[in-house]
C-alpha cells in the first residue's frame, strides 16, 4: 500500500502549516475582491437601516456604518479596491525595478550610475509626502493612486534587485554564458532572474504590506478611494466617529487591514524552502 503524499508536497513545495493560515486568508481576500459584486446583500451606497452604528444581528452581520449601510457589502466591496489598488501597484513596481535593477547590473557603467542616482533622488523624498502632493495635487482616481503607489515603491524595488543581480553578475557561470556570446537578454532572463526569485517574492509581499498601509493611510485622510465607493481606510476614516461606541462599522474593516497585512508576513516568512532557496 504506498503512502499518502500530502498535496503540499505533490508539486515539491511544503508550507507550514503558520505559512498555509496565511496564505488561507490571502486567498480569501482575493476571492472576496474577485466575487464581492455578486455575493454583497446590499448595494453599497444605500441605506438600509433606521439606526446608524447598529450592532451586529441577523439582518446586518457587521451592522450599519454612519448612515445606515450595511457594512458586510462595504467590506467586501472594500476588499475590491484595497487589494486590487495595492495588487496592481505593486505588480508595476516590482517588474519595473526588478528589470531596470538587473539590467542596471549587467550593463554597468554610465547607464548603471545615471539611473542608479535618479532612482535614489525618488527614493529619498518620503513616501507618504509624495502621495499625499500627488493625490491632492492631481486628484485620487484609481489610475492616479495605482501609478502614485507604483512610482513611490519602484526605487526600493531597484535597489534590491540591483543588489542581488550585481553579487551574481560576478559568479563563474555568468563569465562562461558572456564567452559564449550570449546577450544580455539571455543572461537576466536565464542566468540572474532564477536565481533571486525567491528574494524578489518575499519582497514583492513586503511591498505590498507597505503599499496597503499606506492606501489605508491616504484613503484615511479622504485621498484615497472616493464616495460612495471606499477601500478599507476609506471606511475607518468614516466611521471613526463611532470608535466611542465600539461600534463594528470602525473595528471591523481595521481588522480588515490587519489581517491582511499580517497574514503576507506569515505567508513570507514561511514560504517552501524551494522557493527560498532556489539551490535546492
Not at 489610475?143 to 550585481?166: C, E, K, N
Request: a neutral charge.
Amino acid at each position: 500500500m504506498t503512502p499518502t503524499v500530502p498535496v503540499s508536497q505533490k508539486f515539491g513545495y511544503r508550507f507550514s502549516w503558520v505559512g498555509m493560515i496565511g496564505l488561507t486568508v490571502i486567498l480569501f481576500w482575493g476571492m472576496m475582491a474577485l466575487i464581492a459584486p455578486h455575493i454583497i446583500p446590499h448595494p453599497v451606497g444605500e441605506i438600509v437601516d433606521e439606526d446608524y452604528f447598529g450592532v451586529m444581528s441577523s439582518r446586518f452581520w457587521l451592522g450599519s456604518d454612519y448612515l445606515g449601510r450595511d457594512m458586510l457589502s462595504r467590506v467586501l466591496m472594500g476588499a475590491r479596491y484595497t487589494v486590487g489598488i495595492s495588487l496592481a501597484a505593486v505588480s508595476i513596481a516590482c517588474f519595473s525595478g526588478v528589470v531596470l535593477g538587473m539590467t542596471a547590473a549587467v550593463v554597468g557603467g554610465w547607464f548603471d550610475a545615471a539611473l542608479s542616482r535618479f532612482l535614489d533622488a525618488m527614493n529619498s523624498i518620503p513616501g507618504k509626502l509624495s502621495g499625499l502632493v500627488v493625490v491632492a495635487a492631481v486628484g485620487s482616481s484609481i489610475t492616479v493612486l495605482i501609478v502614485t503607489l507604483a512610482v513611490i515603491y519602484t526605487p526600493g524595488a531597484y535597489r534590491f534587485a540591483r543588489a542581488l543581480a550585481v553579487n551574481i553578475n560576478t559568479m563563474d557561470y555568468i563569465t562562461v554564458a558572456r564567452t559564449r556570446g550570449e546577450g544580455i537578454f539571455y543572461i537576466i532572463g536565464s542566468e540572474i532572474l532564477p536565481n533571486i526569485i525567491g528574494p524578489v517574492l518575499a519582497d514583492l509581499g513586503l511591498r505590498f504590506v507597505f503599499i496597503v498601509l499606506l492606501l489605508s493611510g491616504l484613503s484615511f485622510l479622504g485621498l484615497g478611494v472616493q464616495p460612495p465607493f471606499a477601500d478599507w481606510g476609506a471606511l475607518v476614516h468614516e466611521n471613526v466617529g463611532g470608535l466611542p461606541f465600539g461600534a463594528p462599522a470602525v473595528i471591523v474593516p481595521s481588522l480588515a487591514i490587519a489581517s491582511l497585512t499580517i497574514s503576507v508576513n506569515l505567508l513570507i516568512d514561511n514560504l517552501p524552502k524551494k522557493i527560498r532557496d532556489r539551490s535546492v
